[in-house]
């Protein structure tokens, strides 16, 4: 997808597999996506991020209909790292996007802000367009410090060169896999917030996705806001009758 392709006029969904799935699955998601690719509207955009031995057999299944995403990357070029995949590993592989500073990676594995930032300038120089996730916890959601913790977050992205094609995703780390999410409203305004960061930052038109519990059920009530672009979707996305409802949610 080029820059100019990124219109506020179209909506992005992206569906993270995580450590899910076989190949079975793999080949009859991208069947089931490329029967069902005239129910998919013109004007989105469907990304998959499935565990990286299954991009083959998603992309040969789906026949181009869906666009690949690497759920991770390394932050070296190459070398001896074993067991890591490199950002032009990924773009061999036909990735298009990648996800980076999802939470999970954050809090899992201790990746701060600083790796989070070398990985998405590997993917950019790779050709890949980085899906930059942010947010806070319950915790710091309840002190008050969210806006701060996502200046933190984004805080020297207008000096990485990256910024020509990004996605800033924002996922509450107390709404993920948890049923919980927060109100329409707080994600307008979280957004808002989000909006004037990157402002600051020299920043403008970003997309901005949101991800955390979303549902066939709720998902129209997020992209249907004016400050969001798309929703990044987890759980959900293993059912590929549900991820397609998700998607249709901006013609319901």
């Known amino acids: 997808m080029s820059r100019e392709e990124i219109t506020p006029h179209r909506k992005i969904f992206v569906a993270n597999w995580k450590m899910n799935g076989t190949s079975s699955f793999a080949e009859a998601y991208g069947a089931f996506f490329r029967e069902k690719y005239q129910d998919v509207p013109k004007n989105t955009f469907t990304i998959i991020c499935p ?21 991770n990357t390394a932050t070296e070029r190459k070398g001896a790292f074993t067991g890591e995949i490199s950002a032009d590993m990924a773009a061999d592989m036909g990735c298009r996007y990648g996800l980076v500073g999802h939470s999970e990676r954050r809090h899992l594995y201790q990746e701060n802000n600083t790796i989070v930032f070398e990985k998405a300038v590997r ?18 959601r309840e002190a008050g410090q969210t806006a701060c913790i ?23 780390v107390w709404a993920i896999g948890t049923g919980k999410t927060p109100t329409p409203q707080n994600v307008q305004e979280t957004h808002r917030t989000i909006h004037a960061i990157l402002r600051a ?44 409802s998700i998607v249709q949610s901006i013609e319901l």
């Open 51 to 71: 565990p990286a031995p299954y991009l083959k057999i998603l992309h040969d299944a789906a026949q181009g209909i869906v666009l690949l995403g690497i759920q």
């Open 201 to 244: 930052e020299g920043l403008s038109a970003i997309p901005l996705l949101y991800g955390g519990s979303v549902t066939a059920a709720n998902a129209k009530d997020f992209v249907s806001l004016e400050e969001v672009q798309g929703v990044l979707v987890g759980g959900a996305s293993l059912k590929c009758e549900e991820f397609l």
């Open 150 to 172: 996502l200046a933190q977050q984004l805080q020297g992205m207008g000096r990485l060169p990256l910024t020509q094609e990004v996605i800033v995703a924002y996922e509450p």
């Open 123 to 140: 993917l950019a120089e790779a050709g890949i367009t980085p899906i930059l996730c942010v947010g806070e916890t319950y915790e710091q």
